[in-house]
């Protein structure tokens, strides 16, 4: 078999399965809703959902930019402060045991819980809805870092002992590259939730008019009984995620894959 023909046909047997059920689903949604005479308030068509959006697009587009902004930003945070948080952590036992446990209460605290807080201390806008999305994505990275570093081969650590390297030198030449597919997994975890933080933040301490994000936007939607808007806010919030997600694992890919076999390719 010709090799573009054999890829076609690899490619289509991975596609097919997930776009027929798609289109099933889709068909039966449009079908069932036209002939029950379901009202769009109570649950929208398909193409109800897409006139909405199309009709929507400048606010929904605004909405995505706004809510993406504040979702990237916070997830770099928490990617900055979770990998150094896990450094610091596993340079000293005594320092872990002192403040992992603080760790895992501020992870346990109710997002809600926390939002007024921030809201008195920043105010509303766009740094409380950062900082809220940082929360959420922090303690991921955190641990998934923590167990990566303390998961060291231990042979690798006398060999380093004994060629007496710095602690510093094993941090960052041997124990950062081992825990790289662990904080890589912790990425996957932190990248969706930051866009999850953000919405939840945007409810809390999020601002209304021409800068409102998509929680602002599913707020006003919902009280107006805009169904057909209120899911094409909730399918862009999710694609959102998912583009997210394709991202970093793209990036999980090229590091990993030629040395990790999460990520090496099998044939």
Known sequence: MPPAASVARKWGSKLLPPVAAFVIFIGGWELA????????????????????????????????????????????????????????LASSKTVEKAVFPYAIVLQTIPIVAIAPII?????????????????????????????????????????????????????????????????????????TLAVIGAIVGEYIAGIGGGKGGLGYAITVAATRLQTPYLFACGLSASIMGIGFYLIVNYFSRAMLSSWHESEMRTR
């Open 33 to 88: 809703g036209g002939l029950l005479g379901i009202p769009a308030y109570l649950l929208p068509k398909p193409s109800d959902i897409v006139r909405a959006a199309v009709e929507n697009a400048g606010n929904l587009g605004v909405s995505v930019f706004t809510t993406l902004s504040e979702a990237i930003i916070g997830f770099l945070f928490s990617i900055v402060f979770g990998v150094l948080g896990a450094v610091l």
């Open 119 to 191: 809201v008195i201390w920043v105010g509303a806008g766009a740094n409380a809805i950062v900082i809220i999305s940082f929360l959420i994505g922090f303690f991921p990275m955190l641990s998934n870092t923590l167990i990566g570093l303390n998961s060291t081969d231990t042979n690798l650590k006398n060999l380093f002992f004994l060629y007496n390297a710095s602690k510093f030198q094993t941090m960052w030449k041997l124990r950062l590259p081992a825990a790289l597919p662990y904080i890589v997994a912790g990425l996957k975890i932190s990248c």
